[in-house]
């Protein structure tokens, strides 16, 4: 690596996440006694419970940034989520779907949040709206879709089978003491996600797209891209995998509850500015994110391990929207001098 | 084949009962800079819309390259070889320089996947067109405004362009950095390339066009050589009227000044300035961009900073340290960027006239006397003469003059001692830049101290009866009476 492009690394947000992960790790690690890592094996009952967070909030993470770096605010896609997983779980309950195999549920799911998706793009890409407004206003929509329009019960114990084991599919699973511990399958999506998401975002012209729009809107039309018809494609997709996401935590957690998502966005959206991702646009990385989504998740696990009040997650959480929209807007300063 | 690349005949073209061109021919040869001038809403941008095929014509002929050409969209004039370098460029600035040199094609090729070896391909090859070298990884947005304005035109030459059109270009740029582009022009122009270049800068229109074509309320009012043309039929065609320089005079300055700067120095910015003001004096400072006289108009006004120094005012050391406190002193400031800085551009023109001195129309628990601001702004509309009908509109509504007389009649209604104006023409017609300057004059008898911070040398040899030079954050030149003139001030900068 050349001295110009090391240069160019420290000045970014990612790589002072990532130092910032690190030292939290070595902290975690010897505050708790080397819980947090194991050797040999890696994987330990705190470590996979992290990751495990991570699975359903990284992959939020990815639906927000795209949008972000595109220019947008997308606060709808837990509501999305919701109704998606509210409505698939009681169609499969009363059908009697999905007590093998959950792929008709997952797909129900994809195609519920694909539609919703499709109204917050219609509308951003028609009537060029604030898209915080416009998904502000939807994100209300659906919810009150969802409790009040289709009145969407809680299924817990009644879940679909197939939903439930699909969740509790491990790849790995070690022994703490006498408690067994295992590290969740989803992992696998959320990183399938990720390298999906990393490949649009940098290798096709779409991905580029997004980019070029967060940074000039004007210059993008300009250039030769169809804006319109890339906003909604944008956010259908996001819509179109909220719903996927939100099967996840259902199969995950083994029960669907329709206002399980209420406020989400209120974390997610901070992790991904924390992840190096503008408030204006144009900026952000899949790397980064996945950091910052890290953090988050190590620190609110290892509260209890550390001695600290679980009430501090607020503290905490607040913290991070402060510094990372403080973060995000001195760089934009930078850059604009 | 015709000896034209592109001719426009008998060109119209409304926008519901407006009509912005009336029959306007434009005609543009292979090899030459054609400037393309006009003020604000003569309808100079309508035409080149028209040529890049955003708006469609209503009726007349065009002949590229010796054809008829029917109709025309972006497409097609990107595939003639049409390129247009808007103001704003039209660049990322969240990319690096090799994205935004390579994306326009690649999108244009249809491409659906990145590859980045062709990216940098095509980067490479765009910067070799006008030999322009730069670090393809740098980010856009770290570029000066000149860098990434070679970069928008290397980007152009990547279309195989055999006419690029130049909005404004040279708004942004120092003098130096003018020189440059006119450079590149000239290269562009040998090699055989048309260039249309749209200013209203009179200096620079003659010093870089081959042929001129200035527009005037929708019809062109001339079309040929720049040679042919002295600068008085140019400011003519442009407005209609016969405009002489009117040189300041002064008549009324005082014995005693009211402001004295001595030794004032903002670490980084400028140092060691020191000057006198006297009450109808118009005093210019002047100075390349970054040579601290932005800086020390704003350490008067109590935006700066002030490190070490003395302000004296009407024989009384002061400190400036708010805008309030500048205001409370009588100290006035018109900024360089009206728009962002001096003017609630969605606030009625009324409510703008008369937000400096808000003070003088409130009743008690500071209730605003509404009526009374309306009257009052009203009379400034008439004394101004601003172009409005009702002061309730908003100050967007206006153009660029009238938006800078507003900025000056908020200050005037507050008895002031010292104005200090920062590029108080900047972006204004010929015309009413004209109305402003005598406006500048009037005041400046009356009494008042004036200071007139600006780049453009005309309108400091014209206004100003004193004029400092800084360079590089000190005072280098001072000069009086007959001794300002370009070629000194020039002497001395460079």
Known sequence: MNKAALKRMTRRTEFYMFIVLILLCVLVQIKSGGKLIAFPGIFTRLNVTV??????????AMCSLVVMISGGFDLSFPAIAALSYSLTCTICLNNGWC???????????????????????????????????????????????????????????????????????????????????????????LILLCAIVSFILNKTMFGRALY???????????????????????????????GFVGMIRVCMESQSIPKAMVGREMTIIPAVILGGASIFGGEGTVFGTVVAVAIISLVSNSMLLLGIDTYWQQFFNGLVILVGVTVSALQAKRQKQ | MSEYLLQMTGIDKSFGGVHALDHVNFAIKPGKVMCLAGENGCGKSTLVKIISGVYTRDSGEVMFEGRAIEKITPADATRMGIQ???????????????????INSEITANRKIVNRKRWEQTAREALSKIGYEIDLHKKMGELSVADKQLVAICRALLFNAKLIIMDEPTTALTKKEVDALFKTVRQLRDSGIAIMFISHKTEEIFEISDDVCIMR????????????????????YMTGREIEDDYFVPTNISKEPVLKVEHLTWRDKFHDVSFELRKGEILGITGLLGSGRTELALSLFGLGKVHSGTITLNGRPVKISSPIEAQRLRIGYVPEDRLTEGLCLRQPIADNIMLSSLKQLTRALGMIRHQELFEKSNEWVKTFSIATDDAHKHASTLSGGNQQKIVLSKWLNNDLDVLILNGPTVGVDIGAKQDIHALVHDLANKGLAVIIISDDLAEVVVNCNRVIVMKDGGIVGEMTGDRITEENILDIIR
């Not at chain 1, 070029?212 to 819509?239: C, D, H, M, Q, T």
């Not at chain 2, 247009?84 to 390579?102: G, H, R, W």
Request: proline share 2%.
């Open chain 1, 212 to 242: 070029a729009i967060g940074g000039n809107e004007v210059s993008a039309e300009r250039a030769g891209y169809n804006v319109k018809k890339v906003k909604f494609l944008l956010y259908s997709s996001v819509g179109a995998l909220s």
């Open chain 2, 84 to 102: 247009v370098i808007y103001q704003d460029l039209s660049i990322f600035p969240n990319l690096t320089v090799m994205e935004n040199l390579a």
């Open chain 1, 99 to 189: 007590q093998n195999s959950p792929v008709v549920g997952f797909l129900l799911a994809a195609a519920i949040g694909w539609v919703l998706g499709m109204l917050n793009g219609w509308i951003i890409s028609n009537f060029k709206l604030n898209t915080m407004i416009v998904t502000l206003g939807t994100q209300t929509l659906f919810t009150g879709i969802s409790m009040g329009l289709l009145a969407l019960k809680e299924i817990t114990s009644t879940l679909p089978n197939g939903f439930k084991t699909f969740g509790k599919l491990y790849i790995l699973e070690g022994v703490d003491g006498k408690i067994r511990f295992t590290l969740s399958a989803m992992v696998i999506f």
């Open chain 1, 51 to 60: 990751l495990r967070t991570m699975v359903v909030n990284g992959m939020f």
């Open chain 2, 217 to 236: 309320n929708g019809k062109n009012v001339f079309l040929g050589e720049t040679a042919t043309l002295t600068k008085k039929d140019f400011t003519y």
